[in-house]
């Protein structure tokens, strides 16, 4: 049974750039949420996605939007990178109803240049 | 505002030692708890979780962590360390009856083990 996979692994970019990152959930769950680990800190959640609509959103501006397809694998896409958004991106998936344990992928390094 | 608050950013402990690693929630309500081990490069692992139910919750690798209301806490506990748990470990809160996809961690404390 896969886990939560990421894709890809590591990537480097320009400011400016845009960036999309990929995350297919553990098999079984429904519902996708992404978040932003800078270096030395805690993860901060930026958004949610279930029944392919955004549920729930963190304090991230719009350039950091999502997607949930049909088979509830989902993308996060940067627009206008800034040097700022250099850091981890996780992808933890779960059940959307209540008190379901969320599992995380191993993430999406993202430098920008 | 919700928050967690982990006070030790590094802890050094000698193999065998026991640890207990801090944490410290400000939430409107009890939330849901959790800890969560990451090493080097990975990403989370869940070592337990605390819902409702008795205070002291058994967790993955020989972990517990206890409950305080009055302290608004949840510290995590192991008797004896393993070199093999050096690591980053992480205090989160999840909202009550939530679908737990939106949890608001701390800061993280990074644990050195000493042979």
């Known amino acids: 049974d896969a886990g939560v996979t990421q894709s890809p692994t590591h990537l480097i970019k320009t400011r400016g750039q845009q960036v999309t990152l990929r995350c297919s959930p553990k098999s079984g769950h429904d519902t996708v949420s992404w978040y932003q680990q800078a270096l030395g800190q805690g993860p901060q959640f930026i958004f949610q996605y279930y029944e392919e609509e955004e549920r729930q959103r963190g304090n991230f501006p719009d350039r950091f939007s999502g997607h949930q397809f049909p088979n509830y694998s989902s993308e996060l896409n940067v627009n206008a990178l800034l040097l700022g958004d250099s850091a981890l991106y996780l992808c933890a998936s779960s059940l959307y109803s209540s008190g379901n344990t969320i599992y995380f992928g191993e993430g999406s390094w993202l430098t920008v240049v | 505002a919700q928050s967690v608050t982990q006070p030790d950013i590094h802890i050094t402990v000698s193999e065998g030692a026991s640890l207990e690693l801090r944490c410290n929630y400000s939430?409107?309500?009890?939330?849901?708890l959790f800890w969560y081990v990451q090493s080097p490069g990975q990403g989370l692992q869940l070592l337990l979780k605390y819902f409702s139910g008795d205070t002291l919750v058994q967790g993955i690798k020989g972990f517990e962590a206890e409950f305080k209301r009055s302290q608004s806490s949840f510290n995590l506990r192991k008797p004896s360390v393993h070199w093999s748990d050096a690591a980053e470990y992480f205090c989160?809160?999840?909202?009550?009856?939530?679908?737990?996809?939106?949890?608001?961690f701390g800061k993280g404390t990074k644990l050195s083990v000493k042979p």
């Open positions: 939430y409107g309500a009890t939330p849901y």
């Open positions: 989160a809160v999840g909202e009550p009856g939530g679908s737990q996809g939106n949890l608001i």
